[in-house]
């Protein structure tokens, strides 16, 4: 009998939700079958805004009020699935059967892993490591088991990807007990989105992921850049924690590490927005929470700055390209020249065409161009080559997916999640 799946994005600014039925007779070579997809965006940007579609129905950009958190919108799209009388697949609470969460930090967690009571908790430990992330990923799941005690609660996690880092780029030069006693290496994380590029272009020009070697940008309001050979992570630019690498919404992303104590004298003090869950320091609230963006612009609308010729935003623009492009060209001499694409994906990377253009042109000489009308003009599809007919190395774009990796994940490990489930608690 066909199950349904619910797929729960949570991001720094946004909550995505997609709604799956499993095909009848499904493998794990299955894709699944989307019915709905919701997502409530700019929860760091007010008022937040709605978008909905099923089949020929959608909502575009409708504003909501009094969303503050993602827990809010996650329960308001439930809500809002439920109501829907053109999905009869979901009326009820109990017609789920697994519902997925994205969870940006996973520590040393390889694969997906069902949420009983064990993992909840050491997902609870590792908040203090993502705090944009965790602890409001963990507040829906928190709220999903009491909503939905039916189904299996599956978490997915964004370092995943990166286990196959090797140790000379995952480990920092810093002394190694303390390091390996508190397990301080670089994770790196957007990898459910990584998975899902790579057998995006595997899919596009019919290579096993296996032979995939590509420069891939996921830019949001977290951004990062990943090295994949071979369809594995090779380096990826965050780190320990999502605050490393490129800036975002409100990241400073890399900095020289003294920069802190030079910034304010209480860099090591707890911040005031730490709770009993979650344990930050000042230092760690401003790079997170009051950088990036926000703190040049005063905005985190990527998309209003690039519009803008305003001094700031021209400046923030700029840094943007500037640390995008100091990981194009390092990845691009790891994979020795060999490169399917460079990648560009993400909200910013699947929108702002003139990002695009800037960063192009900013690693032309390695032989990226782009076609300048491909490039404006991305349709729906999952990829779109936007390289200039007579360029050396292709440049796609990918509307990336993550609630469809993680659903496909379902179909794939059901066998192992169930017993999981049936093992555990969950
Ligand atoms: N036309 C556009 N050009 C550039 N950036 C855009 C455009 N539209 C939206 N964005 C930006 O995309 C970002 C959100 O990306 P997304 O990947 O959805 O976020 P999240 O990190 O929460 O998952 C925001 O900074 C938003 O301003
Ligand atoms: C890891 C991360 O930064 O995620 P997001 O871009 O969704 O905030
Ligand atoms: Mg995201």
């Known amino acids: 009998m066909p199950e349904i799946i619910l797929s729960i994005n949570a991001g720094s600014?946004?909550?995505?939700?997609?709604?799956?039925?499993?095909?009848?007779?499904?493998?794990?070579?299955?894709?699944?079958?989307q019915l709905a997809e919701a997502s409530i965006e700019g929860l760091t940007a007010p008022p937040a805004t709605l978008k909905y579609s099923r089949g020929d129905k959608s909502i575009k950009g409708e504003e909501i009020q009094d969303i503050k958190s993602q827990e809010d919108a996650f329960r308001y799209i439930l809500d809002h699935l439920t109501k829907d009388d053109g999905l009869p697949e979901l009326a009820r609470h109990e017609d789920i059967h697994f519902a997925c969460h994205r969870v940006v930090h996973g520590g040393d967690y390889p694969h997906s892993q069902v949420i009983d009571k064990e993992t909840f908790h050491h997902i609870e430990e590792l908040s203090d490591l993502a705090p944009l992330h965790n602890a409001p990923a963990l507040s829906i799941v928190e709220a999903s088991s009491k909503i939905l005690p039916g189904a299996i609660n599956v978490a997915y996690f964004d370092s995943a990807f990166h286990a196959t880092i090797p140790d000379y780029i995952h480990t920092y030069p810093i002394d190694q007990t303390v390091a390996k006693k508190n397990k301080l290496r670089k994770y790196g994380f957007h990898g459910i989105s990584y998975d899902f590029i790579t057998h995006a272009v595997g899919t596009y020009l019919s290579k096993p992921t296996s032979d995939v070697n590509i420069i891939a940008l996921h830019l949001g309001s977290g951004a990062s850049a990943c090295c994949i050979k071979a369809g594995k992570s090779l380096d990826t630019s965050m780190g320990l924690t999502p605050l490393a690498g490129l800036p975002g919404a409100t990241r400073s992303g890399s900095i020289d590490p003294s920069l802190m104590f030079h910034f304010t004298h209480s860099a090591g003090k707890p911040s005031r927005s730490s709770s009993e869950k979650m344990h930050i320091t000042e230092a760690e609230e401003i790079l997170n929470k009051k950088s990036g963006?926000?703190?040049?612009?005063?905005?985190?609308?990527?998309?209003?700055?690039?519009?803008?010729?305003?001094?700031e935003d021209v400046l923030a623009f700029k840094i943007f390209v500037d640390r995008i492009v100091n990981y194009v060209a390092p990845y691009f001499t790891k994979l020795n020249g060999e490169v399917d694409a460079l990648v560009f994906a993400g909200g910013i990377g699947e929108r702002g065409a003139k990002l695009r253009t800037a960063v192009v042109d900013g690693v032309k000489c390695l032989g990226f161009a782009l076609d300048g009308e491909k490039n404006e003009g991305s349709g729906d599809e999952v990829v779109t080559d936007i390289s200039k007919k007579d360029a050396r190395y292709k440049t796609l774009i990918i509307k990336t997916d993550e609630q469809l990796q993680m659903a496909k994940g379902v179909l794939i490990d059901r066998e192992r999640l169930e017993r999981e489930k049936g093992a555990g608690s969950g």
Do not use: M
């Not at 009848?24 to 070579?29: F, I, S």
């Not at 926000?294 to 010729?309: A, M, P, R, V």
């Open 13 to 33: 600014s946004s909550v995505k939700i997609s709604v799956y039925k499993s095909p009848n007779h499904a493998t794990p070579d299955s894709t699944p079958i």
């Open 293 to 311: 963006w926000k703190s040049l612009t005063g905005t985190t609308d990527f998309g209003q700055i690039s519009g803008s010729e305003r001094a």
